[in-house]
Structure formats: structure tokens, C-alpha cells
């Protein structure tokens, strides 16, 4: 028997069924567009535009969007769109955390003039209207041929994973003792020995965290790659817009399964990162 | 082996004055401990002589050795931190063997490092243990395995912080023993911290009662328990507290608790009339008379009531009271009054502790004493400290 | 672990090497850092981030610089018009279209998102049977693109063949008509997003101290009483994380709108961002889109600094400080 | 500020409860073969309290004493609703009160983390029970309770810049303010340094008996159990392992786990072998002899011998000899660690004041018959 009582959780649930009917309304109304992006994604052609549930599922448009007969039928490189993203958004992490980590143990640890200032900095990214500095980006890039590069990608993408890397980090190091480091030193470890001794494995799991959860924001990213790419570097979500947005024959099943292959990493990554997408989502401002 | 010397060590966090103005010189071999409450500045102070944080002022010299600016792994020093500290995902063996691994504090086969690991855990019990991580410990295993990790290792000083606060009373106790054992058996200067007064008393050479950031009364146990230079480290030692009555000089006689009390004032205090007291007297130090009346002036005696008995295992504290205020007394359960029962207290008026009459409000029970009041000397008048600095007003 | 490797090499660098051949310890003055060395240290270590943030103010500082010329793709040598293009902008009907689609679009979604946000919290705090089974996949719909997300969206309301005007009966219903697609593209803000609120409310809730709640139950309060006087002031903090989180991003929302309707049918879901878009992407004229990201950035400047605030002062107050 | 200097003199000698007009009579609890048994899925089943029973009289101060995970908390929490109870009946008065939720038990509640309302300031968390069932004059009561507990000047504050003493007498006056005939404290005393811990338990002790209420205290600190209580029940394992006085407990224990648990320095306990000759009962130590207490064990039974450091008495001819180890001075009194030929554990002596021993001394002691306690090697049940 359950006896124990979470906060606001009452002993006798008088209104549990109609509370129960209510997370099962939101649950139909959350996950039915995902299912009916399945749905659509398994209609041959015949069938994508019925509003039917019952039909004979095929995986054939999987095939055929990451195929020539794919592109050929919407004018989308879908597969290089996908090699596109991977390049882009694991590059543009492994930077962040070259440069991110020692900065956020900077900050998690020493008190220095300025850490705060260099932290604000790296939060007023995440909520800096993109535009505003895409629109020059695009004039220096296009006159340093940056533009439509995986480079250039990687570098505007900065804006996306730095900051949620700098800033997830640092709680970590902030909450990790400083005593364990301090005995390393007195143990007779050099300051570098001590980080990589001690330090860098305790905020393994963080670093995992704050990797996946800004690749997933870097490969959700849409306005970076449609205004500072063109067919070169663009991405998945460029891509899956222009399954509908083309000047012919839309296909609605082969959008779908598009859709369902570009989301499908955010949402494997997102499950396995789950214990710590609270902290990753607030920037360490709720601890989950 | 090591000695160690503090001119005016000054640490401040923002506008907070951790340690201040703090000097001492500890001996070779040397058995000191820092006692004081929390928030002290003690942590602060075992931190600064390892060089883990950046003292504002003052020298930390180690053999005679200028140590500003030197980091703590040239510093030879070995510390054990309150929070235990241990490296989560090594074993118990492979924490020990952490410093000696590091090439600084001498090198050691394979051999010689086993050999120190197992010598060690067997004394604090923990050889059983070794092969398990931290997370698989309990708190006492894993503050001995702390323990462990210094004395496995020659150093110049052992910086020991509360390394007995987390185990249980009857650990504690046990543990407490060992390390005097230990502690004879070897001759690493040792910097002990600790908020435990029976543990500075079982085991310093010499004690210094540190008080926001500053030290009171440096001595030996028996200095510090006989003379304390004022109320602060009078209540810092003992258990219950010293009983301090507020008492006025009047008429060449020192009253308390609203007249029920009164003996001559001692001369060579050069008290003045009106001037206001304070008597410390200590709970164990009083006694019920039951009819065994010591004679002379050299006792004081005061009738009260019986207020409140609270049994203390072999001993009794009985809340007594008497005149216009209350006095502890700690008797023998065998011995004890019952509770609503009259009696008269007494004690050795050599044991009554006089201080200077500065208030010393408490308030409702965390930072107990305000302004601690210097002591002017014994109700006897004799056995009185050689008067510190502070006590000049 | 292998004891050889850890045997070996324990110095660092320079003068902190190991100390004799024999490893025995060295006597005499130890090596010293100078005061000024491990001040820098810290900075040492933020330089490349620095770097980083100096490379991303560049543009930033450069895009203002922008606003105050009349900078066009035909215009490629723009000199210094001051405040003409903010005087124009806020001249232009156009952008008032854009602050107040923006504006509705903003309060409107975030304020639905919270109140449903915190129910599902509050329903999943329950720890129903039902609600356990449900709550692993509560973040899915914010996992996936915006963009994405869009697309779906859009393939149900296509009126002919979508599946929501199918499901409900609604005939040829058009979901993004010029008087529902910005309640259409609220919709899909909420779907996308409610999650976000739920998660971090929920996380929230259960970071609170069970004890308080306990003494609530002794003392006999009932349920609404106990969530108005003690629950809701304790999760306030968090809510407003959220709520802060949320209407940020609303007052920039571009991907999932752009999408659903590129800011039309006319203007109708022409937010800021997207006008911004236009403007310099489509039109080229990239000062007249800056001063446009100008006045953006602003806005958010400002309500970053009051919603701020209103959070210290919750969680003040939620863990029992004074005013 | 201390509230003992202000209750008057008559507050203390005897349990009579002085109460004002209205006050809820204080009530006898009864717990009658209560069970607590945690089962969920996938897990094994825990029994917490394995059948409990305890008769408490109106107006007792009781404490349930006992190492962490005893049963102890889970005990209180069982009286006071916030669990559930397995099997068995809880009665306060004649009324049963196991299907009642937490508040309709008209128990206070003091909890370990005080666990004050954190928004609300200290009048407001008084009168926190007293508005959610819209009792009138709640106002009143608040101002009147926190003159009473000299705490007036807390009310406008809020928890968090409190003490953790002003918490926690907060804590106890919102427990208080109900007036409930049963009042049940977990660790009231757990967050006090030891100074205020003193004068706290001692201003508790002094309320308790002025307001009268029937009291449960929750402690693991045996120190705390042995002076605040009338009664004390040590638990361990969810069992009741002794319910009586200090004095019983301190001087009778009915368990080697009663003893060892309760005494500080803690009890020496070393095995030994009874001897009968004729009718002079010994037991045979190491290669010494101990006189016991009047019990009577049979001839040749292995024993535990329980002997109290402070009861040790030194400087005496027959007794055990051993060699002193360590030697500790703490002035009221020493404590030598006592290595005795032929017994692996350790003993503590404690010496009088004033004596100084070290390390290699040999020193002989014993303790009066009727303070050597025996008991069963095999069960740790005392023999008599």
C-alpha cells in the first residue's frame, strides 16, 4: 500500500477519477498530432490525403525520402539535410564544451570580478531575439563566404549551446564540494591533476546532460539555418518546410515521415536525458 | 615532524572577518586544539595554514618556512575535512593510497603502500572496508576512512577538522581514545579542530577557545578549566554550563541572587564597592550538603528548593532554586534530592570563578554569550590567571 | 585501476614537477605563485569563452549600429541617418499590426500555458496510476521541432484533407483564415509548450519540504485553503520561472508561426520577428529590419528586468524571508 | 530570554496540571497491538512496528527512545494520522481514532524540521489551524499564547529569520495553540546546539507541566529521554525493548541492548562464565573473578557482563587487573581505557577527579554486586 503523502497529495481522493479523466484528456489532446504524424507517415500515396484511421500501413516512405526518388519527387536532399544537422549541431557542441567547460568551472568556483557579467552575458543569448544578430551575421558572412558553411553554422550556433552548456554546467561545479579538489591538492596533486582527477568525473553525468540537451535545441534550431544557409549546410527542419512549401505537388505522406525521422533523435536523446532535462531546460533555475 | 607558527593571520570573506589578527606558534610534535563554536573560523583557519584559501594578512610559516604563496601540495601538510572529502568513485584503499600515489609526500612501492594502508585501517577498524566506495559507507566509516587518509601518510602537520563529530556518542567516545593513543605513539604536530570541549580537554597539550575569529585564552586543558580569562570560555567548557549570577560588591561583600548569597570580597581583586560581578560556578562543582558541614569561611552555602531533577544516567542535574534565581547542580543519582525538596547547596569558595559584571545576555539559546566578561579571579582570591590584555577595560 | 600509470608522472607543469629524482621531498623554499598569477587564473580559464561572447557581441552591437543607417541591398554604402528609421517604424502602422499581434500572442499563450501548465502538475502530483504511465512521455511534444511541430499542425487543419475538421465534424473549416490563424498558431504555442511549464512546476512541487503540508494536514486545513494559503506562495517561484521563461520566447516566437502562416493571411500573425524577417531577409532592407529587432530587444530587455525582480521577491518570500 | 525563570515556583514538585478555564483535558492514550508493515511492489516487505503496545496516563511525558529506523518516528506518525496504521487500535480517551485524519485527531504536532509554514510569518502560522476551521477569535488566541511563551516580538517575522531556538518554540506553540489533549514532538531538541538544547528541554519540561498535556517526544538522544521523561519506551527493531522510568532503565535494565544503549560513556560489556559454589554465585573473567548481583544463573552458563564506566571502582584488592592504554583527563573525571588479559574488548573505568594514570599502569577495579549486570550471551536478556 502507498502510504507515503507527497506535498498537496490528499489522503482520500474523492475527486481521483475526475482528476484522472483530465490527465487523459490532455494526454489525447499531447500525443495525438504525434500519432498522426505516424499514421501519415505509414499511407502510401493513394491514401495520404484520407482522414482514415483504418488503412494498410507501408514503411515505404521512409525509403523514399532518404532516397533520389525522394528528392527527385520534392526537390528535397533530405539525407544531406540529415548528415547537415549531424555536422552542424555536433560540431557546434563539441565547441561549446572546449570553451564551455573550463569557463563554467571558472565561475562555479572562483568569485572573480566580472564572472557574473560574463554569465549574464551567456543567459541574455538564450533570450536575445535571434534576428538582431543574424541580419549582420548574414551581411559578414556572406561577404567572408561564411555563409552556407558548416563552419558559419557551427559558429552561430554557439548561441544556442554555449549558454545552456556554461550555465548547466556551472551548477555543477557550484554544487560539487570544493573540499574533494581541496583534498586532492593537500594530497599532492597539481591544480590540473585535481580537476581531471576529481572534478571532470563527478560532473560527468552533467556534462552528458548539458551536451545532448543543447544538441537537441541546436537540431531543433530552424531560423539560423534558413536565413545563414542555403542548399550546402541547410538543415532538417529547413528541409521538412520545404516538403510543403515547393511549388508542386505537395506529398503528405512523405512530409510526415520526414517530420517523424527529423524528430525522432530530439525525442531518443530527450528519454535518456530525462533525470536531468528540468535542470537543462531552466538554465539551473529549478532544480528537478 | 613540523613546527608551526601564525603571525597575525587575517582571512575575510566580503565583509566578513573570518580569522583576525591570529598567532601562535604549535612545537614540534605538538598535540593542539582549536575549540570553538560554529562559525568560528576554524575550518578557515586549518584551511589557511594548508593554503586552500588565500589569507588577506599575516604569515603562515611551517618549519620556519615562509609559506605566502606556496601551494598546498609543497606544503607537506595532510588534512581531514569535516565533510569527509572522499574521492566518490575510488574504493577505501585507493583513497588512502591517493597520497601516497602522488609522488609528494615520499615515494612508496607498491609494497610499502599496502603495508601503510593496512596498518592504518586496522587501527581505526575500517580494514574490512576496503575494497567499498564511499557511497557504501556510513558516516562514521567514512569520517575514519578520512582519518585514515591523513595518518597514512607522513606529513610535517596533521590539520584534523571535527574528524569525530559524525559518529555516534558511544563511536566518539571509543574514537576519541584511539586517536590519544595514536597521538602519543606519534610525532606529527597536529592542529586539531573540534566544537567538543571533552574532546579538547582528552586530548590537546594545549587548547585555544576561538571566538569569532579570534583566539580568547590559549593553555593547557587544566589552565583553560581552572582560570578561564572570561565567561566566554567559561561556558565553552563543561556540561551543563557554568551557572553565572550576577552579584553586586556591597559593603566589602560580594551578594548574588537576590541576597542569598554573599562572602567577602577578595581583596587582591581590587573590587569597588558598588561595582557589579558576575560568579561562575560550575554545575558539578556544587554539592547538597547532607550533612557533611565543612567548616571556615572557605564555604559557601545557599538554601533552595528542589525545582527540577533530571536524571543524567549516573548523575543527576537538579534545577535548585534559590533566592531570586536558579543554579544547575550536578550531584550523584544516589544522592540526589527529590524533586520540591529543600537543601542547601554549597561549594568551595575556591571554585567560584568572579568576573567583571559586563552583561552577558544570552538570547534565545544560538550564540549564547554576547560580550563574554574577562575574569578578575577566584572568590578566594587565589589561583587567579595572570591577568590577559583584555581584562583592562 | 592500474597502480603503474598512477605511479607515475604526478607533477605539472613547470617549476610544480616532482621533487627529486627519488621522489623524496625537497627541503628548503618551496616553490611560491605570486598574488597576481592566481588572481588571473580564473580568467585564464573564461578566455575563449570570452572570445566567443565578444564574437557574438560583434554582430549584436553592429546590428544597433544598423538601425541607424540606411543600409539596403541596393543601398550597399549607407551612411548615418540617425533616428530616421526609428522615426518611420514608429510611424508605420505596419509595426503597430506587428506589436500588437505580438503582444496578444505573448500574454495570450503564456497565460493559457501557465493555468494548464500548473493543473497538470497538480493532476500529476496526484500520483495517480494514470497519471505515472503518462508522465514519462509529458515532454514529448517539446522535444520535437518547433518547425516540425508546425508541420504536423498544418497537415491537420488543411481543410480539405486535414484530420481535425474531419474528427470534429467542421466540413471545410479554415484554421488559418486571417480571424483564427493567431489563435490557431496560440494552439500549437500551447501544445508545444505547456509542457515546458508542467515540467518545470511538477519539479518544483516535488522539490518542496513535505513537512509543511504534514503540519497543514494535523492542523485540519482542507485542501483549497492549504494550496491558496501555503502551496501556491512555495511553488510561486518556480511558476514564475516559467512564466518568464515562456514569455520571452513568446515575444520572439518566428519558427512554428512562420511555418503555420509566414505572418499571414495579411497580417495577421505578423509578429515582430517575423516582420523583422521581411523586412531585411525578403526586402533586404536590413536597417529597417534592425530597428525593428531593436525595439524587440528592448522590450525584452525591460520585461526581463521586471519579471526578474518579481521572481527575487517570490522566492523570497516562498522561503520565509522578510519582504 | 528564558521561560524557567518565569513560570512560578509551584509549576514543579508534582504532575498537577494547572489549566485555565476551556482547556482540553489532558488524555490517556492507548496504542493496543498496533502494526506497521510497508509493502509495495517489488519490494520486500518492511514491518516498522511489530505489535505495540503502551498504556500512557493522562498528563505523561513519555519518550520513545531508540537508534534511527527503531520505529519510533513511524510510531508518531501512526497517532498522529500521517500514516497508516497496519493492524491494531489507537485510543485517545475511549475514542478510537485510526480511521480519523491527521486533523480531526485533535493531536499538535511538533515535527523534527519544524516544519513551519514558509510564507507565512509567526502569527499567521499560529493561527493557521485555528482560521482553516474558521475557529472565531483566532487573533486572540495567537496574542494571548505568545505572551504567554514571551515570544510577541516574534509575530511579524517571518521562518526563515528565525533561530533554529525561536523555530522551534514557534514549532511547540503551533502545536500548542489547539490545545490538544495529546501533544507529539519529534526530536524537539535535534537542531539545538548544546547549550540551548539545555535550557530548551529544561523550559519544556517546565511547560509540559503546566499545561498538562499527555506528551509522546520522539528522541534518539538517550541523554535528552533520561532527563525530560516520566516514561521512557526504547524501541528497537519495532519492538518495545523496555517501557519504564529513567531510574528503571538507567538502573535495571531489562536488555543488553536497554543497557549499551542507554549511559554515556557507554556500558562495558565483555563475556564471562558463571560459577556456582555452593550458594556463592561469580563469574569468571579473563582470568579474574567478578562478584554479580543477586542473580542466579546456573553453574557454567556463558554471560555477557554489563559494568558502567562511572560505576567502576578503583584502588580495590580482587577485581579484574588490566593495563592502562589510554588515559583521558577531563578534569570533572578521567577515563581510562583499560586493556584486561583475556578479554578482546576494551573497558572503559571511569577515575575520580584528580587521579592521573598513563599508558602501561596497571590498575585494578570492580563495581558494587547489585551494578554488575548479566545477560544471556545468546538472547541479551538479563539474568536475575
Known sequence: MATELKPGQKRLTPGAIFADIAIVAWFVFALFPILWMLLLALKNDAQQTSTYFAFSPTLENFGTVLSQRGTDLTSVDFKSAILMSILNCGGAVLVSLLIGIPAAYAAGRYRFKGSEDLMFNMLSFRFAPELMVIVPLFVIYTQIGLFDTVFGMIWVLQLVTMPLIVWILRSYFEDMPEDLEQAALLDGYTRRKAFTMVALPLVRPGIAAAALLSFIFAWNNYVFPLILSDTAASTVTVAITKFLGGGGQAYYNLTAAAALIGALPPLVLALTIQRYLVQGLSFGAVKG | MGTLSLRGVRKTYGSTVAVDDMTIDVGDGEFFVILGPSGAGKTTTLKSIAGLVDIDGGQVSINGVDMTGVEPYHRNVAMAFESYALYPQKTVAQNLASPLRSGRSGSFSQDEQQKRIDAVTSTLGIHHLQQRLPRELSNGQRQRTALGRVLVRPADIYLLDEPLSHLDAKLRAQMRAELKQIAQSSSTTTIYVTHDYQEALALGDRIAILREGRFVQIGTPEEVWRTPVDTFVATSLGQPEMNLLPGAVRGGRIEFLGGAGSFPAPADLGLRDGQTVQLGIRPSELEIDRGHRPGGDRWLRLPGRVLLAERLGRQVELDVHVGDGQLIVVEDSDHAAPEGSEVTVQIDLADVHVFDGASTAADDGEARVHRAAPRLGSALGRHSAPMPEEAHQ | ?323 | MSTAATIPAGAGGHATPRRGAGRTEPQALTIRNVRKVYASRGRETFEAVKGMDMNIRPGELISLLGPSGCGKTTTLRMIAGLETITSGDILIGDRRINDLPPGKRNVGVGFESYALYPPLNVRENLAYGLKARKVAGAEAQVDDLARRLEMTELLDLRPASLSSGQKQRVALARALIRQPPVLLLDEPLGHLDASARQRVRRELKLLQREFGYTTIVVTHDQLEALSLSDRIAVMNGGIIQQFGTPDELFDDPANQFVADFVGEPGINLFPGVVRRDGGRVTVRVGDDTLVPAASTPADGRKVVVGMRPPDCVTGVERGLRGEVAVFEDLLEYGLATVVVPGVDERLVVQTPSGQAWSGGDALTFTAPPERVYLFDAETGDRLR
Open chain 3, 1 to 323: 585501476m592500474s597502480t603503474a600509470t598512477a605511479q607515475s608522472s604526478p607533477g605539472g607543469p613547470g617549476p610544480a614537477g616532482p621533487d627529486g629524482p627519488d621522489g623524496s621531498r625537497r627541503r628548503g623554499a618551496p616553490p611560491k605563485v605570486s598574488d597576481r598569477a592566481r588572481k588571473l587564473r580564473p580568467y585564464l580559464l573564461s578566455v575563449p569563452a570570452l572570445v566567443v561572447v565578444i564574437g557574438i557581441l560583434y554582430p549584436f552591437v553592429l546590428g544597433a549600429y544598423y538601425s541607424i543607417l540606411n543600409y539596403t541591398a541596393s543601398n550597399p554604402e549607407p551612411h548615418v541617418v540617425w533616428f530616421a528609421n526609428f522615426a518611420s517604424v514608429l510611424k508605420d502602422p505596419q509595426f503597430w499590426a506587428s506589436v500588437r499581434v505580438t503582444a496578444i500572442f505573448a500574454v495570450a499563450a503564456t497565460v493559457i500555458e501557465t493555468v494548464l501548465g500548473v493543473v497538470i502538475a497538480l493532476l500529476l502530483n496526484r500520483s495517480s496510476f494514470v497519471g505515472k504511465i503518462f508522465e514519462r512521455v509529458l515532454i514529448l511534444p517539446l522535444m520535437i521541432a518547433p518547425v516540425i511541430a508546425a508541420t504536423i499542425w498544418k497537415l491537420m487543419f488543411n481543410p480539405q484533407f486535414g484530420v481535425l475538421n474531419h474528427v470534429f465534424g467542421l466540413g471545410t473549416f479554415d484554421w488559418l483564415s486571417k480571424d483564427t490563424a493567431l489563435a490557431s498558431s496560440i494552439l500549437v504555442d500551447v501544445w508545444i509548450y505547456t509542457p515546458f511549464v508542467a515540467i518545470l512546476v511538477l519539479a518544483g512541487i516535488r522539490s518542496l519540504p513535505r513537512e509543511p503540508f504534514e503540519a497543514s494536514d494535523v492542523d485540519g486545513a482542507g485542501w483549497w485553503y492549504m494550496f491558496r494559503r501555503l502551496m501556491l506562495p512555495m511553488m510561486w517561484p518556480y511558476i514564475l520561472v516559467a512564466v518568464i521563461f515562456r514569455f520571452m520566447d513568446c515575444l520572439k516566437a518566428f519558427d512554428h508561426i512562420f511555418v503555420l502562416t509566414a505572418g499571414g493571411p495579411g497580417l495577421a500573425t505578423r509578429t515582430l520577428q517575423i516582420g523583422a524577417y521581411e523586412d531585411s531577409i525578403i526586402f533586404q532592407n536590413f536597417s529597417r529590419g534592425s530597428t525593428y529587432m531593436f525595439l524587440l530587444w528592448i522590450l525584452v530587455f525591460i520585461t526581463a528586468k521586471y519579471l526578474v525582480g518579481v521572481l527575487g521577491k517570490a522566492q523570497r518570500r516562498a522561503a520565509g524571508a522578510e519582504e
